[in-house]
């Protein structure tokens, strides 16, 4: 019988196995790293726009970062349909969080904190949502910057990032970011990681988008492509001082 | 398209691999031989598709379309194996393309190919695909497509079929295999060996 609501609805089944029975699935096409950091006047997201299908280049056009509510960004590396269910449940949670019209609206921190219940709740049913996510933004003067992923491991800090860039992001990061970075300082540092990303990430394109949220709100880059440098004497004449060698 | 098989045995020459409703138009991609995912998916789509028309009182749009495809494929990722292209057009944003890949990620795309010989075309439309193409052109160019990936994709031959959905409605041309063009080692068709008999070679065998 088709599903049409949920991908895994609720059995009663404790002890036997079912036909329709939900186990951890795999990921077809996927988004690579996320990189997010605190800047002196709120967050910066750097992400590419490739989609890739197991190992081909498959789409390069994916918008992984996207606005949530006023006050917050999302920048999602793994399986695309579910960071695509993940932006339906958040719109629902941002309509219903407007309908109260109390003046109150959902923070950076808030939203954080639900996508960490869905994740861990959803791997504690063995169907998780096949994704990294990065969540941060500033409200009322206060940045915050989290992440989130498929197990539901989450923690916040200043700067953050998903899938390859903890390997090759943070170790830069860690080295160059500092408190008050001008906006033109963050982007610099963002598109040096994604330099290196693009690199040595076998699934990285070359066609990335740099968000922002500031107090006076959200915005996200005209796509962009960045130079590269493959012009080394090493690289032409590898073999110049090892004769015999490949 | 590719052409549905069990195994190595062809099952049928002649699938129509397109599934329409109204004025929007699916296409099916056989990714693993699972065709019959595609015909019920369809199925449902068409379905619930007709459903929403009657309350909307007109016809739908590709978006809503393409969504329910979405909607299905993406929760029973688990039994489900199949990849799909919804297009058409409606009033209010013209001709529209969405593909529907393996897990039910939904795509906007001014272009977009699918199918097990869909492989041997990525390089082909990343060269030749533009913007602003007229209908012949297109049209030629989707045959030239196919025709290539059935020169190297043992599961697709047969027949090329084609659907071309604008304002005016829905056209279906077809095109029998043996009248597309010839590639790379491929050889003009003869009805017999015994064809190339003539006065200036009578022995046709050489040794």
Partial sequence: MMNLADSAPATNNMLGSEADSQRTLYPYVTGTSVIGIKYKDGLLFAADMGGSYGSTLRYKSVERLKSVGKHSVIGASGEISDFQEIMRYLDELILFDNMWDDGNSLGPKEVHNYLTRVMYNRRNKFNPLWNSLVLGGIKNGKKYLGTVSMIGVHYEDDHVATGFGNHLARPILRDEWHENLTYEEGVKLLEKCMRVLLYRDRSAVNKLQIAKITEEGFTVSEPYSLKTSWDFNAFKNPTLDAEGSW | ?207
């Fill in chain 2, 1 to 207: 398209m590719s052409e549905p098989c069990c195994y190595i045995f062809t099952a049928s020459f002649c699938y129509d691999l397109f599934c329409t409703f109204g004025a929007t138009e699916f296409s099916y991609q056989f990714l693993l031989t699972m065709a019959a995912d595609s015909q019920v998916l369809s199925d449902y789509v068409r379905y619930y598709l007709h459903q929403h028309t009657i309350q909307l009182g007109q016809p739908a749009t590709v978006k809503v379309a393409a969504n329910l495809v979405r909607m299905v494929s993406y929760n029973n990722k688990n039994m489900l194996q199949t990849g799909l292209i919804v297009g058409g057009w409606d009033k209010y944003e013209g001709g529209k393309i969405y593909g529907i890949p393996l897990g039910g990620t939904l795509l906007e795309q001014p272009f977009t190919i699918g199918g097990s010989g869909s492989s041997y075309l990525y390089g082909f439309f990343d060269q030749v695909w533009k913007e602003g193409m007229t209908q012949d052109e297109a049209e030629k160019l989707v045959v030239k497509a196919v025709s290539l990936a059935i020169a190297r994709d043992g599961a697709s031959g047969g027949v090329v079929r084609t659907v071309t959905i604008n304002k005016d409605g829905v056209s279906r041309k077809f095109y029998p295999g043996n009248t597309l063009p010839l590639w790379h080692e491929e050889l003009e068709a003869k009805d017999s060996l015994l064809d190339s008999l003539s006065a200036t070679s009578p022995e046709p065998m050489v040794s």
